[in-house]
């Protein structure tokens, strides 16, 4: 089991400017920390080994810890509100839509104080509608309808108590009845005990808990919940509306929370006269279809009446919270790179086990001065991917991936961890408890999967190595050939846009740069528009639209709408991002193709083993001379760190119909593909038998170049696997060598074409 994690509060930082680091220590009681700058962080005995040198600084030292816990599930609070039991009377209702029934607990509002058990909750126990009273002396009673809910059916909820004539209504009703099917239910009668005052905040999808933490989270949708003065009849409260709010009802109102409103914020605004507005905390998903959907409108914002719903789950996480432990102020003169916090606790059980790397960047200055020269080249680091794969956990919920991989699958620690603490929250490809899509992950979190030393589970031929740690892998071999370098990461690019970039004549990517924002692509299009020098390192690049959100730092959002490789799917009406409005899914389908970008695109995807290129006739073409100087070899990367090849994982190509450009050069394919290199499905329109690599010819990587009007250039790889070629035989092979005369080539002053 892992001992020892943390997170930073932010992955990029600039001299000058500060950076927290949170830890969580989960056995003994010291530890000791230290700032290293990351060269190579795969450990892999075939390649070049760690190589992680100590950067003394103010940091380095002991440090006391204690072990930390994130308070995951998603609710909403109102504070500053009255105390409900000791008004005349009462009612409330809201509709539900319940997606995991199978929990004893699950609160959909309460006014409850944990110490004293005083107050009330309204929630569901196995499907069924329950009221829990406590009068703050320790006795507490429960009222339950018989009548089972079913999941993913909407139901109008209502609660009426009344403390002067000791009388409480409790109902469910299905808006749609079905047959046969007895799920909706009334039942009143005398309130079992007083119920006690609690001045103090309303509670929806959750309730405060003993150890201070808020839990008994809610699974589901919830829309237009309405507390109002006196006791109202069922068919009243079950057809009252909220949006717009009818005038006559607004005098009774003690509170009417519209989720129409404020979608892009965490703000929830309450439309009666009262203004108790609400916050949402770690961030349900908003955005999503509501019970009057009609089908007609796709867009919350073309129709936001009919998406007055937040979906709450008991897993969503957005910020841990952890308190800093350790503060670094970043020098001044401080190199642009790759950093990493570097912490290790106790002296028995495996190293592994007892360490840990927090990974963070160290960007140019925001501001150069008369001493800022900047480098020709920057790298990309693909954050944004990072945070998407965030505590990918897909491989240990089911069989899937290990006959996707033809293998059995290697768990290390950190996977164990993982499995042992959900609460630090999965990534964008893995589902809630409910088994709906996650559809937001940030970086406030422990991120296990992103570090120095840590294997995924996939990859093959003995090494998983994938996104950061890959990416090591271009690090190292830049360290190797002392190329100096920047390094800006996508939130720099998205909050800064073309200005961040302009002044570099060469960016190269990471291996897998999936997910990008709008701002983003605009500003890397701008770029290579004016010239810019773009080596694509890896594959399927460019692929998914994600938005970032307006107000909360380092979280995204995906919306997995109607094509591309997906491990869940987006309902239908909620393909619209809730942070921007903007239609989700892949970039392809919004009509920016990878291919407008980079020349290639997204083609096949494999997780076995990695294969080779073959030198293609373009090679020999004048333009490309350069790129293949000093390298006769037909076979090109029939080696690699990654599943044995430079072709492996995702493999990109030229596609004419969806932008290559015409002038463009195949300078390589690869070739001699699984059967379980698949081509990807929106590469067909209608099942076919032979998708695999044995057998059909458009699974390949192509190795491309080509010039632009402005004078710049594009290489790009199409493989993830490409950079795990770069460090073998000492960086001295085939992928090495045309690699390093792309750059130096793409570094020189004279313009192409």
């Avoid at 929990?103 to 004293?116: G, K, N, Y």
């Avoid at 406590?134 to 909407?154: F, I, P, Q």
């Avoid at 800022?372 to 998407?388: E, Q």
Wanted: aromatic letters at 10%; proline letters at 7%; a negative charge.
């Amino acid at each position: 089991m892992l001992k020892i994690l943390g997170y930073p509060d932010r992955y990029s930082v600039a001299p000058g400017e500060r950076i927290s680091f949170q830890v969580s220590l989960e056995e003994g009681d010291e530890y000791e920390a230290r700032i290293v700058r990351v060269v190579n962080g795969d450990c892999n005995p075939a390649g070049p080994g760690l190589d992680l040198p100590h950067l003394p600084s103010v940091v380095d030292g002991h440090y006391t810890g204690v072990p930390r816990r994130a308070d995951a599930g998603s609710y909403f609070v109102a504070a500053g509100f009255p105390a409900l039991g000791s008004r005349q009377a009462f009612s409330f209702r809201m509709l539900i839509w319940p997606t995991l029934l199978n929990r004893p607990a699950q609160v959909l509002a309460a006014q409850w104080d944990a110490a004293t058990q005083c107050g009330f909750k309204l929630m569901t126990s196995d499907g069924r509608l329950m009221l829990i009273l406590g009068d703050g002396s320790g006795n507490t009673a429960r009222a339950e309808l018989a009548a089972r809910m079913l999941e993913r059916k909407w139901y109008v909820v209502t609660l009426t108590i009344d403390p002067v004539k000791q009388y409480f209504r409790l109902t469910q009703s299905a808006l749609q009845a079905d047959f046969g099917v007895w799920d909706s239910e009334s039942r009143d009668g005398k309130l079992p005990l007083a119920v006690g005052h609690v001045a103090g905040p309303i509670y929806l999808a959750g309730a405060p808990q003993p150890d201070g933490m808020v839990g008994e989270h809610f699974n589901g949708k919830i829309e237009a919940p309405v507390f109002l003065d006196g006791e109202w009849d069922q068919p009243t409260l079950a057809a009252m509306t909220i949006s717009p709010l009818p005038p006559a009802l607004s005098p009774r109102i003690i509170a009417a929370w519209n989720f129409s409103e404020g979608i892009r914020t965490e703000r929830v605004t309450d439309v009666g006269p009262s203004r108790r507005h609400g916050r949402l905390v770690n961030l349900p998903a908003r955005g999503m279809k509501g019970s009057a959907w009609t089908g007609k409108h796709h867009s919350w914002q073309a129709a936001p009446a009919q998406y007055g719903t937040v979906h709450f789950h008991e897993d969503d996480l957005y910020d841990a919270g952890w308190p800093a432990d350790i503060v670094w102020t970043v020098p001044d003169d401080a190199k642009s790179g790759a950093y990493a916090l570097h912490v290790r606790c106790g002296e028995t059980g495996p190293e592994a086990m007892r360490e840990s790397y927090i990974p963070f960047f160290i960007r140019p200055p925001r501001i150069p001065t008369a001493r800022t020269k900047r480098p020709k080249v920057a790298f990309l680091a693909p954050t944004c991917s990072y945070i998407a794969y965030a505590n990918h956990a897909g491989h240990m919920a089911t069989p899937g991936p290990e006959a996707l991989m033809g293998r059995l699958l290697h768990f290390g620690h950190q996977d164990v961890y993982l499995y042992d603490h959900p609460e630090i929250g999965y990534s964008l490809y893995d589902k809630h408890a409910d088994g709906s899509g996650i559809c937001y992950s940030s970086r406030l979190r422990p991120v296990i999967n992103c570090a120095p030393r840590y294997h995924s589970w996939l990859g093959g031929d003995g090494s998983s190595l994938y996104q950061y740690n890959a990416d090591t892998h271009l690090f190292g071999w830049l360290a190797h050939h002392d190329i100096e370098y920047d390094v800006v990461t996508d939130e720099d690019l998205h909050r800064d846009g073309y200005a961040l970039i302009k002044d570099y004549r060469v960016i190269l990517t990471g291996s897998h740069p999936e997910y990008h924002s709008t701002a983003m692509w605009d500003a890397m299009k701008a770029w290579l528009d004016r010239g810019g020098r773009l080596m694509y390192m890896g594959g399927n690049g460019w692929y998914w639209r994600i938005a970032f959100h307006d107000e909360l730092p380092g979280v995204i959002e995906v919306r997995r709408a109607e094509d591309g490789i997906r491990s869940w799917e987006a309902e239908p009406g909620e393909y619209y991002h809730s942070f921007t409005g903007e239609y989700g899914g892949l970039w392809r389908r919004c009509g920016r193709p990878p291919n407008l970008m980079t020349g290639i695109g997204f083609v096949a995807q494999g997780f076995d083993v990695s294969s080779y290129y073959r030198r293609a006739p373009d090679a020999d073409n004048p333009r490309a001379s350069f790129i293949f100087d000093g390298v006769k070899d037909e076979i090109i990367g029939d080696f690699g760190l990654i599943g044995g090849g430079a072709a492996g994982i995702e493999l990109d190509c030229i596609n004419p119909l969806l932008g290559s450009p015409p002038n463009i050069l195949r300078l390589a394919s690869s070739e001699d593909h699984s059967p379980l290199m698949l081509l990807v499905n929106e590469e067909f329109t209608s099942t076919l038998p032979n998708l695999g690599g044995d057998q059909n010819e458009r699974v390949r990587a192509d190795l491309t170049f080509t010039e632009t009007t402005s004078g710049g250039a594009i290489f790009s790889t199409g493989s993830i696997a490409w950079c795990g070629a770069l460090p073998c035989n000492g960086y001295e092979n085939n992928i090495a060598r045309i690699t390093l005369n792309t750059l130096h080539r793409f570094m020189a002053d004279q313009p192409f074409g």
